[in-house]
């Protein structure tokens, strides 16, 4: 799992006023400019794109976003990882019901059937808030951007989030709680040549491909099940006596 996923809006008080409808969505109070950005679990912000206008949804933003790109021309990370004994090349992302079913995207069950499905949802529910609280954390450390944005410029707004992100990066590596201590992309990045026409079309069309997202879903779920932490026979029953004992304790005083 390379990150959780998500948009978050930004108002834009002073927006001009032939702008105002395009930046304006019925969810929100005024006119908005959103942010995409992918964190991991130490809150880390490892892509970031901002500047679709409010109005637009989550999916829209993903397919004008940078990282929808980096996919198709091939130059996505490579991230593989064994899921129930069958490899899969790329990473992929938790993400929200909104998101399409892409072999990138795992998204929770709305309405589990069995016991490992809900055990799944669980886990990926709660996998996935990693994203709500880094927004949380930048809102909270950057006052300018937990107030609505007085600048004139979208390019300003642009220019301030971005700076907001970078420093949030530096705060959680100069603290020692970054996963990845001293990232330097330049160190790992490698040269990639530019993807053919028909790379391109392959690439997309395993990146929509919803035999490969149901696939992942299904071996995910049971690799979840299988690594599920079990408590000791012991453990339980003890847990059964106190339980007992409590209520034996509750209908004494009752009594």
Not at 16 to 40: C, E, F, M, N, Y
Not at 129 to 151: H, M, S, T
Not at 205 to 210: D, F, G, S
Request: proline fraction near 5%.
């Amino acid at each position: 799992m390379i990150g959780s996923i998500d948009c978050m809006h930004w108002r834009w008080d002073n927006c001009p006023t032939a702008w105002r409808g395009q930046h304006t969505r019925g969810d929100q109070k005024g006119p908005t400019i959103i942010l995409q950005a992918v964190a991991s679990q130490d809150l880390w912000v490892w892509s970031a794109y901002f500047g679709v206008v409010g109005s637009c949804n989550d999916i829209n933003v993903f397919e004008q976003s940078s990282l929808l790109e980096e996919w198709i021309s091939g130059k996505a990370p490579k991230a593989s990882f064994y899921a129930n004994g069958n490899y899969y090349p790329h990473g992929y992302y938790l993400s929200d019901g909104i998101y399409p079913r892409y072999s990138i995207f795992v998204k929770t069950y709305s309405d589990p059937i069995d016991e490992k499905s809900a055990y799944f949802k669980k886990v990926q529910e709660s996998s996935r808030k990693d994203i709500e609280r880094c927004f949380g954390v930048l809102k909270q450390r950057w006052q300018y951007l937990r107030n609505p944005c007085r600048a004139w410029s979208k390019q300003k707004m642009r220019d301030a989030m971005y700076v907001c992100i970078i420093m949030h990066n530096m705060i959680l590596e100069d603290e020692g709680k970054a996963i990845c201590q001293n990232y330097v992309p330049e160190a790992v990045q490698e040269e990639h040549p530019q993807a053919t026409m028909e790379e391109r079309v392959s690439n997309a069309r395993e990146l929509r491909y919803e035999p490969y997202h149901s696939q992942l879903m299904v071996d995910l779920v049971h690799h979840a099940w299988s690594v599920r932490y079990v408590p000791p026979e012991g453990d339980e029953e003890t847990e059964d006596e106190e339980d007992e004992v409590g209520e034996g304790e509750e209908s004494e005083d009752e009594n």
